[in-house]
């Protein structure tokens, strides 16, 4: 049973076009507005506003105030929670454990290498 259903999915998926499991890229996912100091884009996918104005023949896109005040207010407290996080693993494991490569010396091998010649024995 398990084989018939394993030759059924590999089939469907043989079968299938590769267009029906590629998603598409959006089109006209933003519009732009003409203002006295510049360019408003509006995201149509999720109404963010970015201010765009020319500098140097390129044009230079910045969040709107507020979205830049909650994106600096979801920084704020993502770095809160890191150093949080730093902390209880400080408390754990010390920094100096933790800054090992993970790779024995030599005289680790050597040990190792004597276990096993001795279990092999």
Do not use: H, W
């Amino acid at each position: 049973m398990t084989r018939f259903a394993i030759l059924c999915v590999s089939t469907l998926a043989l079968i299938a076009p590769p267009q029906a499991f590629a998603e598409e890229a959006p089109v006209n996912r933003y519009t732009m507005e003409k203002t006295d100091n510049g360019f408003v884009r509006l995201d149509t996918q999720t109404g963010e506003m970015s201010i765009c104005t020319q500098k140097a023949g390129q044009l230079v896109c910045r969040l709107a105030a507020d979205e830049r005040r909650a994106f600096e207010e979801t920084l704020s407290d993502l770095s809160a929670r890191v150093e949080t996080l730093e902390s209880r693993l400080d408390a754990l494991v010390p920094s100096e454990d933790r800054t090992g490569t993970g790779i024995p010396d030599e005289a680790e091998l050597d040990r190792a290498l004597g276990a096993m010649e001795k279990f092999m024995r």
